[in-house]
């Protein structure tokens, strides 16, 4: 029996998408017409979002040229040239959806009143989780020369060797967890000492990790191929 998750990939961060803009219009709307003011993190949510419905854009138009179905029966738009350009905005969509989410975080947190070694670490990785992104969107665009080698073979190119690919993705998997783990626990630090009640305390400690809590996953391979 052949298997295609072709639909079950468009539906679901279809599903993610709306939340994603339902959450974020809540929020604009509570900053402009309520409390009358933005903050820098805004502007972050706002780009983060842009990135996000872009990487969005581009799932059907991957399942349209085959993503997701079994070699075997792929569709008859199936195109693994143009399914392979799709995929490479993807993912570098996907990267700073991702940086995006960490860079609202570390800036909310410095605009609070926090102690200078909680200030200096999350500066510290604010500044290194921009690094990784940016280094990492450069890996994966010049990997290979031309450009666009990655995902049309009948040009004249190359691209680096598989180990090389394999060893970046272990580096920066690493690192992104360490950069998590500090947005994660750096919150529960600052909310004790706060002078709120407790009750309070929890509540906002809850809402900071969950919203500091990322999901990991090593990226563990270049592409992700069509589904066998």
């Known amino acids: 029996m052949v298997h295609q998750r072709a639909s079950v990939f468009v539906s679901s961060v279809s599903a993610m998408l709306a939340l994603a803009w339902a959450a974020s219009l809540l929020r604009f709307y509570t900053r402009l017409f309520i409390l009358k003011r933005v903050f820098w993190e805004d502007f972050v949510i706002a780009f983060g979002l842009a990135s996000l419905t872009v990487f969005a854009a581009m799932v059907p138009v991957q399942t349209h040229y085959g993503g997701g179905y079994h070699l075997t029966n792929l569709p008859p738009s199936a195109d693994l040239l143009k399914w392979g350009r799709a995929f490479f905005i993807a993912e570098i969509m996907y990267l700073l ?118 999901v990991l996953r090593p990226y563990a391979s270049r592409k992700p191929h069509v589904q066998i």
């Open 97 to 214: 959806t991702l940086w995006s989410a960490k860079l609202s975080i570390g800036v909310l947190l410095l605009r609070l009143k926090l102690k200078r070694l909680y200030y200096f670490t999350i500066l510290a990785m604010v500044m290194v989780t921009t690094a990784l992104t940016v280094g990492f969107i450069f890996w994966l665009t010049f990997q290979c020369h031309p450009v666009g080698y990655q995902w049309d073979k009948t040009l004249q190119g190359k691209c680096v060797g598989k180990n090389a690919i394999v060893n970046s993705v272990y580096i920066l998997s690493a690192l992104n967890t360490a950069t998590d783990l500090v947005f994660t626990i750096i919150p529960i630090f600052v909310i004790k000492d706060l002078n709120i009640e407790k009750r309070s305390k929890i509540w906002a400690g809850l809402t900071l990790v969950v919203g500091s809590g990322y």
